[in-house]
Nanobody, 118 residues
Framework: QVQLVESGGGLVQSGGSLRLSCAAS????????MGWYHQAPGRQRELVAH???????YYLDSVKSRFTISSDNAKNSVYLQMNSLKSDDTGVYYC????????????WGQGTQVTVSS
């Protein structure tokens, strides 16, 4: 298993920036993929970005050029730098890890709230 602890959410004005952090309880080398989902109020969770153990990344089209996902193996952590935030980015951001014990497993963090005021 893996425990994931997120931090870095908060209230920010439109156009501002936030950096989310997700600390894993085990080495990132033992995790195939880590990333972030966004759940806007009243909507389903949507994959925003992920990074795999080889360093390859994926981004949802609407966040490309605004968000950057990165990892720090020494700190067992993954980060999501969010710039040029919009009101549509408001919601709960969940860190996840997949491919820990099995290829199709998935573990979730508790979520961190991001609120973008216009």
């Amino acid at each position: 298993q893996v425990q994931l602890v997120e931090s870095g959410g908060g209230l920010v004005q439109s156009g501002g920036s936030l950096r989310l952090s997700c600390a894993a309880s085990r080495s990132l080398f033992s995790i195939h993929v880590m990333g972030w989902y966004h759940q806007a109020p009243g909507r389903q969770r949507e994959l925003v970005a992920h990074i795999n153990s080889g360093g390859s990344t994926y981004y949802l089209d609407s966040v490309k050029s605004r968000f950057t996902i990165s990892s720090d193996n020494a700190k067992n952590s993954v980060y999501l730098q969010m710039n040029s935030l919009k009101s549509d980015d408001t919601g709960v951001y969940y860190c996840y890890a997949s491919g820990v014990l099995a290829p199709d497993d998935i573990f979730w963090g508790q979520g961190t709230q991001v609120t973008v005021s216009s």
